[in-house]
């Protein structure tokens, strides 16, 4: 029978400039006294290890280009910070007013993921520099120092289409594998799966958010055990999780499908 699902609240001190993130992570572990076991997922919140890296930025030291400028005036927003998402940001696809809807590091977010919040005024957090190369460096240093294989992820926040609230939503993973294929496999009436892929590790990150808060709880990590997820020493990336647009429901849907839906009810 599989073990239930444990989550163990992992409080750390408040930061806001760069500091030793796998220190502080071995403190923090101590101090709440939980002690990690081989197969255990650690839930870091993406924002502490991008203010221990130093990701941080002071607003009035941004140059707003005429093009933030514009993009700011179209969307009502704060010219820094439509500087800042023009910087940071793969691609940006619109917007409403104050926000840009965009694609960073293989998660569609507002903003690129640049965050206010829990940082002192006039300051900003962007995401860490590669999170997926931050992910495997603390996977790597749990392993040599406590001699545990387990596996880590970072969480950020994500909006649901159509839904108001945010959920847990995993920026990088390390240490297993992140989605488990049930495609052709039988379903209760013995009918095979035909699209089914299950994001573990966004599922795993909403879990540990429950524990982690997000406003004033001070608790950027959270032990999940239970998770029987499958361990690995490969490498993780982001082309591991992410999907074309063009497989995109929602992207597709409401980029190219809705220009196709409008030519034909013309055509007809």
């Known amino acids: ?3 239930p699902m444990m989550i163990f ?3 750390a001190p408040v930061r806001q400039d760069s500091f030793d993130l796998h220190q ?3 403190d923090s572990l101590e101090r709440a006294q939980v002690a990690l076991q081989t197969g255990d997922v650690l839930a870091i919140s993406s924002k502490y290890a991008a203010i221990a890296e130093g990701r941080t930025v002071r607003l009035d030291d941004i140059i707003v ?3 933030a400028t514009a993009l700011a005036e179209r969307y009502h927003m704060n010219p820094t910070i439509a500087q800042l998402v023009m910087q940071e940001a793969d691609h940006i696809f619109g917007g409403i007013p104050g926000f840009l809807l965009t694609h960073k590091d293989g998660i569609i977010s507002p903003n690129a993921g640049i965050d206010r919040s829990n940082i002192p005024f006039g300051y900003a957090v962007l995401f860490p520099r590669d999170p997926y190369a931050t992910a ?7 392993q040599m120092r406590l001699g545990v294989q387990i596996g880590v992820i970072l969480t950020d926040s994500w909006l649901m289409p159509g839904r108001l ?13 992140p989605l488990a294929d049930e495609r052709g496999k039988a379903d209760l009436f013995g009918n095979a799966m035909q699209v089914t892929v299950r994001g573990l590790s966004d599922q795993i990150c909403a879990a540990a958010q429950l524990v982690m808060g997000e406003r004033d709880e001070a608790t950027p990590f959270a032990l999940v055990r239970g ?19 063009r497989m995109c ?3 597709e849907s409401l980029t190219e499908g809705l220009l196709q839906t409008v030519q034909i009810s013309h055509g007809g």
């Open 1 to 3: 029978m599989t073990q």
């Open 65 to 67: 280009t005429p093009e």
């Open 249 to 251: 429901i929602y992207v």
């Open 165 to 177: 609230g945010t959920t847990g939503v995993a920026l990088a993973t390390a240490g297993f594998r």
């Open 24 to 26: 502080t992570l071995i």
């Open 136 to 142: 495997e460096r603390i996977r790597q240093m749990l």
């Open 9 to 11: 609240p992992v409080p």
């Open 227 to 245: 998770t029987d997820v499958q361990l690995t020493d490969a490498p993780i990336t982001v082309a591991d999780v992410a999907i074309d647009w």
